[in-house]
């Protein structure tokens, strides 16, 4: 059954399912975020208003540790900026399967866009159309679920002192690892994947702040640039 004979609330439905594991992932993280929050000077209701508006989990634990009082707005703003940089790569892939959303439905995908729900869509949109009711209802939990566990973590303080200890620290690498899995199209994608894990690992040990992950993802946009288009195959 295709997406175009299936109703806006079973679509809605298989996209909550399909972001399920990385709605549980993100809740330690959340709770971290909001007690880190917490400590810098942030109340619940600041710290919820940030998650509201920002919606970027790694910008928002940057800014928190680099956050003085007074706030250093110039260096807060760079360093979010740099490491989001590769929402413009996300959003100019996404941005061609949107043919199905309206100008303000676009809008909304846009800004409800983070890593996990980039890769869902897109995943979603090599087996069938991406329709709003699919979009909306994978970003949509994801996002409420991230508002309300900082919040949590800023009023309830540090729960959770060693995500380590219980694993919570390889959720999210292990969410994207099967993402990634759904996305195999042969030799071609190892050497795009391989080429994007030199350069960010060669970034990370040379160069300060955040660069790797532009220059990961750039490496990997590169090599599959230059290499000879072909059928899918092993």
């Avoid at 710290?47 to 928002?60: I, L, P, W």
């Avoid at 009082?69 to 399967?97: D, E, K, Q, Y």
């Avoid at 995500?163 to 042969?186: E, M, N, Q």
Wanted: aromatic share 12%.
């Amino acid at each position: 059954m295709t997406t175009l004979e299936t109703s806006p609330w079973r679509q809605a439905a298989a996209g909550a399912l399909t972001i399920a594991p990385a709605a549980v992932a993100v809740v330690p993280f959340g709770l971290i975020l909001g007690a880190n929050a917490a400590e810098k000077g942030l109340s619940a209701f600041e710290t919820a208003t940030m998650s509201a508006t920002v919606f970027a989990g790694s910008a928002q634990f940057l800014a928190i540790d680099l956050w003085t009082s007074p706030a250093a707005w110039a260096a807060l703003a760079f360093a979010t900026l740099l490491i989001n940089l590769r929402h413009v790569l996300m959003g100019a892939s996404l941005a061609r399967r949107l043919g199905r959303f309206g100008p303000g439905t676009r809008w909304l995908a846009v800004f409800l866009m983070a890593d996990e729900i980039w890769a869902v869509a897109e995943h979603r949109a090599l087996q069938q159309p991406l329709t709003p009711a699919f979009y909306l209802g994978a970003a949509l939990p994801l996002y409420a679920n991230w508002v309300v566990t900082t919040t949590a973590g800023a009023m309830l303080g540090g729960l959770i002192e060693d995500p380590a200890a219980w694993g919570f620290d390889f959720a999210f690498t292990a969410v994207f690892i099967g993402l990634v899995a759904g996305f195999w199209r042969g030799r071609t994608t190892l050497v795009v994947a391989c080429a994007s894990a030199a350069g960010a690992i060669l970034a990370h040990k040379f160069l300060p702040g955040a660069w790797y992950v532009v220059i990961g993802a750039g490496c990997g946009v590169t090599v599959a640039a230059l290499l000879p288009q072909r059928a899918p195959g092993p």
